[in-house]
């Protein structure tokens, strides 16, 4: 009996060495470190009459983010919570030339805030700090990252925006003339003013409506607009989706060799058409998102709205290793 034991382990050694070596599941990592860069640019999509010109065309964003594996009887399998900060940086400039014979038309819409971010677990209690990061291993060597968290905190970053418009056109009495307007929305105050009157008009008293503060905007309001009638960002799969869809702000992508490292572009080489001239929505007061009931915002983005579109393109780069 022991002799045929001997044999019998023999012949497994044999047959095992022959099949070359056994394969091992590794344990996941204790923790994942890394950068995540999201880069959204602007471009004109243009339109017949209306002379449109880019000064500033992109927002930027770089996180460093780490974190240990989310050890809990409410985590997701597999999951991790990532935390760090970063820093995010929006610079845009657009002006829309209309002229219609004598009928002219200029709006400047400009927009600029920068600032640190604070990635933090738990809710967040500070202007500039905003959610935790959950990463996913999945099954057949696939992972998720999501993003939603990005937009998580009240106050953002101190956002500089601003909407100006002015026209003019020729009076049609016999006294003829020229009548012109200027239209501004600045830190939350709309206002309507009069340059030029018609000689037989009466005086327009003028039209303001809300009352200043200083708005604040995240990144992920900027790269995925949560109102209006455009279409979302399918970040997972790098493409765009009707408007009434939910969008995938998920990362998706492979781990090799225990890393994540790789690129997803949502809009493809010229990107995708989104209209009107208010291209994301600022935070208003307390961080609550715009419109308020007593806030101009979207009177003046429609008002001053000449019927211009954009293309906008996104670009997520990705870069994580296992610690541990």
Same mark, same amino acid.
């Given at each position: ?28 990592? !204790? /923790?994942?470190? *890394?950068? #995540? ?11 017949? @009459? %209306?002379? $449109? ?73 500070? !202007? /500039?700090?905003? *959610?935790? #990061? ?11 990252? @999501? %993003?939603? $968290? ?77 109102? *209006? ?96």
């Amino acid at each position: 009996m022991r002799l045929f034991r001997a044999l019998a382990s023999a012949t497994a050694l044999v047959a095992s060495a022959a099949a070359g070596p056994v394969a091992v599941a590794q344990a996941d990592p !204790a /923790g994942f470190r *890394g950068t #995540l860069s999201i880069t959204h640019t602007y471009a004109i999509q243009p339109v017949p @009459g %209306l002379q $449109s010109t880019i000064f500033g065309d992109r927002f930027k964003a770089t996180y460093h983010l780490h974190g240990p594996r989310w050890r809990s009887r409410f985590a997701p399998p597999r999951s991790y919570i990532l935390t760090g900060g970063g820093h995010e940086d929006l610079n845009l400039h657009r002006v829309d030339l209309y002229q219609n014979g004598p009928i002219h038309e200029r709006t400047d819409m400009f927009g600029r805030a920068f600032g640190d971010v604070r990635i933090v677990r738990g809710l967040p209690s500070k !202007a /500039g700090q905003t *959610g935790a #990061l959950l990463l996913r291993l999945l099954p057949r060597g696939r992972f998720r990252l @999501g %993003l939603a $968290s990005l937009g998580l905190g009240e106050y953002g970053s101190r956002l500089n925006f601003e909407l100006l418009a002015e026209g003019s056109q020729p009076c049609y009495g016999p006294a003829g003339g020229t009548m012109g307007g200027r239209e501004v929305y600045n830190q939350g105050v709309y206002e309507v003013t009069e340059i030029d009157r018609c000689p037989d008009a009466e005086p327009f008293p003028g039209r303001r409506v809300g009352k200043p503060y200083t708005p604040t905007v995240w990144g992920f309001d900027i790269w995925n607009p949560p109102e *209006g009638s455009n279409p979302h960002p399918d970040v997972c799969h790098g493409r765009v989706v009707p408007p009434i869809a939910i969008p995938d702000t998920n990362i998706c992508g492979r781990v090799r060799g225990g890393r994540m490292v790789g690129k997803t572009v949502v809009g493809g080489k010229r990107g995708y058409v989104v209209r009107g001239i208010c291209i994301f929505a600022p935070r208003g007061p307390l961080g609550t998102r715009l419109p308020e009931p007593d806030d101009g915002y979207w009177e003046a983005c429609n008002t001053m709205d000449t019927g211009g579109f954009w293309r906008v393109r996104t670009v997520f780069r990705w870069s994580f290793r296992p610690t541990g």
